[in-house]
């Protein structure tokens, strides 16, 4: 909220945060839908602060994915992951959701991640080309 006074009159200037859609890669909009419920209103209201430009509560770089992916990190006593990359200006990518079932992230939730973000930048290069 920004305020200026011209004259004598307080003018009060409310600028709505701009925000980004969400594009869900592969399954993995599927998949949130099928976590428990309240986990699932914890990962949208993250999407949500994300599509804002804001960060999530508790995430963290996933540079070994890729450069700009990050890992939403929901501790309801299950383990559950969202990796999304928010750095394209058009949207904000999800690129993989899961269930963490050990203290590493599985390889094959990082290889299918590291798959559908290179799948998306070439789609991305296609169409600029």
């Not at 929901?74 to 899961?98: D, N, P, Q, S």
């Not at 963490?100 to 169409?127: E, G």
Request: net charge positive.
């Amino acid at each position: 909220m920004r305020s200026a006074i011209d004259d004598g009159i307080q003018l009060l200037v409310y600028s709505a945060m701009s925000e980004k859609p969400l594009i869900w890669l592969g399954d993995s909009r599927e998949t949130i839908r099928c976590f428990p419920d309240d986990i699932r209103k914890i990962a949208g209201f993250q999407l949500w602060r994300v599509q804002r430009g804001l960060e999530p509560n508790d995430w963290k770089p996933m540079p070994s994915v890729g450069l700009g992916v990050q890992e939403i990190r929901i501790r309801t006593g299950a383990e559950h992951r969202v990796l999304y990359v928010a750095k394209f200006a058009e949207a904000v990518y999800i690129l993989h959701a899961f269930e963490k079932q050990t203290r590493r992230t599985p390889k094959a939730d990082l290889d299918l991640a590291r798959q559908r973000l290179h799948a998306l930048i070439n789609q991305r290069a296609r169409r600029k080309g």
